[in-house]
T-cell receptor, first 112, second 110 residues
Framework: NAGVTQTPKFRILKIGQSMTLQCAQD?????MYWYRQDPGMGLKLIYYSVGAGITDKGEVPNGYNVSRSTTEDFPLRLELAAPSQTSVYFCASSYLQTLEQYFGPGTRLTVT | QKEVEQDPGPLSVPEGAIVSLNCTYS??????FMWYRQYSRKGPELLMY????GNKEDGRFTAQVDKSSKYISLFIRDSQPSDSATYLCAITNTGNQFYFGTGTSLTVIP
């Protein structure tokens, strides 16, 4: 049981490039979340999904897109990367609407 | 106004001390309150959660919620060097949108 996995661990992007952050969970969780964590700013919710085919915006969705075609996977797409998107990105999942979110190890993204 | 505010610290205590970590929140509609622990370069892990007002204890950890003053606390008894981490409070009303504090960095000195 791997839990929540994220790839890549690190990435450097140039301004204007695009990339997809991968997230997968093997716990059969319905709910999945994407957060970003900036120094001194705490975790901010970008998008979340309550099940395959259903996604909704969080607190800071601008500049990002998501899709959820399967229960296991919840990729986060960055189009036209900007320096303001330099951050650590965490994916999380939970079973139904419980409060116990399981977090992945994070992806450290730098946009220069 | 931020949904939740947390003193960033840092906090440094000797081993065995009692630690008090605190957050305040703005909207009385929030019903669920959580504490996460995050070690350096790792994802957060849930320590405890409480619903509405009151205390909840789990081993050396006690979570306390005072809804009248919109104040939540985490107490750590007999603190250990392994407790050195960043502690994040979080709140939610629906279980969909979660709001996190900025985190308090704790160091327990042996």
């Amino acid at each position: 049981n791997a839990g929540v996995t994220q790839t890549p661990k690190f990435r450097i992007l140039k301004i204007g490039q695009s990339m997809t952050l991968q997230c997968a969970q093997d716990m059969n969780h319905n709910y999945m979340y994407w957060y970003r964590q900036d120094p001194g700013m705490g975790l901010k919710l970008i998008y979340y999904s309550v099940g395959a085919g259903i996604t909704d915006k969080g607190e800071v969705p601008n500049g990002y897109n998501v899709s959820r075609s399967t229960t296991e996977d919840f990729p986060l797409r960055l189009e036209l990367a900007a320096p303001s998107q330099t951050s650590v990105y965490f994916c999380a999942s939970s079973y139904l609407q419980t409060l116990e979110q399981y977090f992945g190890p994070g992806t450290r993204l730098t946009v220069t | 106004q931020k949904e939740v505010e947390q003193d960033p610290g840092p906090l440094s205590v000797p081993e065995g001390a009692i630690v008090s970590l605190n957050c305040t929140y703005s909207n009385s509609a929030f019903q669920y309150f959580m504490w996460y622990r995050q070690y350096s370069r790792k994802g957060p892990e849930l320590l405890m959660y409480t619903y509405s007002s009151g205390n909840k204890e789990d081993g050396r950890f006690t979570a306390q919620v005072d809804k009248s003053s919109k104040y939540i606390s985490l107490f750590i008894r007999d603190s250990q060097p392994s407790d050195s981490a960043t502690y994040l409070c979080a709140i939610t009303n629906t279980g969909n949108q979660f709001y996190f504090g900025t985190g308090t960095s704790l160091t327990v000195i042996p």
